[in-house]
């Protein structure tokens, strides 16, 4: 497995709207774990495939709460889509590996269905609520483009966008961890 890079907002390949994979094959399942393993270290609760710069339509999600008991449930999809939104909405204080240490409330359907392909290439349904919901939203604005501060007025948009071009100025982030 391998610790990719991720990349930092703002970046033009954050606005790519990604490609379908046409079979989850081994490189495919590779990508995944790999995804995986970076958001691990990073730490975070997900990840899309364009955020480490590859076009692919690919997330990863694990939002258990490990430091109080709970096993790892890491979720490896592909060409994830929401087949239904509930009208009622929740807000939550979202935050992005690709604008550290931003975070802003973002207004979401509170209950999503999703339909995607797993890491056995078998096509799967599934409902989500809570941080699933808002998580498995939050990845696929990432496959189409859109990062959470798309969301939220444009003056605080620029504001957090300046302050990240102003940060990545000055040699703030980890040229590890990150692709700048
Ligand atoms: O897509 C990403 O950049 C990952 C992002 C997912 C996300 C967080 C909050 C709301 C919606 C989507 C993150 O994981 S940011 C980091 C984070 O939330 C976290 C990190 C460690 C422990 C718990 C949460
Ligand atoms: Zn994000």
Redo the contacts with the bound molecule.
């Keep these: 497995m391998a610790i990719l890079k991720?990349i930092v907002a703002p970046d033009p390949r954050l606005k790519i709207k990604a490609t379908p994979v046409k079979e989850v094959d081994a490189g495919i399942r590779k990508l995944m774990d790999d995804m995986l393993e970076t958001?691990y270290a990073?730490?975070?609760?997900?990840?899309?495939a364009t955020?480490v710069g590859v076009d692919k339509r690919v997330i990863v999600i694990d939002i258990a709460d490990t430091k109080n008991g709970e096993k790892p449930n890491p979720l490896r999809l592909a060409n994830p889509e929401v087949i239904w939104a509930s009208d009622d909405t929740s807000v939550?204080?979202?935050?992005?590996?690709?604008?550290p240490q931003k975070f802003e409330e973002?207004t979401r359907p509170a209950r999503v269905k999703i339909r995607a392909l797993n890491e056995k290439n078998e096509q799967i349904e599934f409902e989500a609520d809570d941080?699933l919901a808002?998580?498995v939203q939050?990845?696929i604005d990432?496959l189409d483009g859109v990062i959470?501060v798309d969301h939220i007025s444009r003056i605080k948009r620029d504001i957090i966008l300046r302050k990240l071009m102003k940060e990545k100025k000055q040699g703030a982030f980890d040229p590890k961890m990150h692709a700048l």
């Design positions: 991720i958001m990073a730490p975070g609760i997900g990840l899309a955020q939550y204080e979202e935050g992005c590996l690709s604008l973002v941080l808002t998580c939050h990845e990432h959470f």
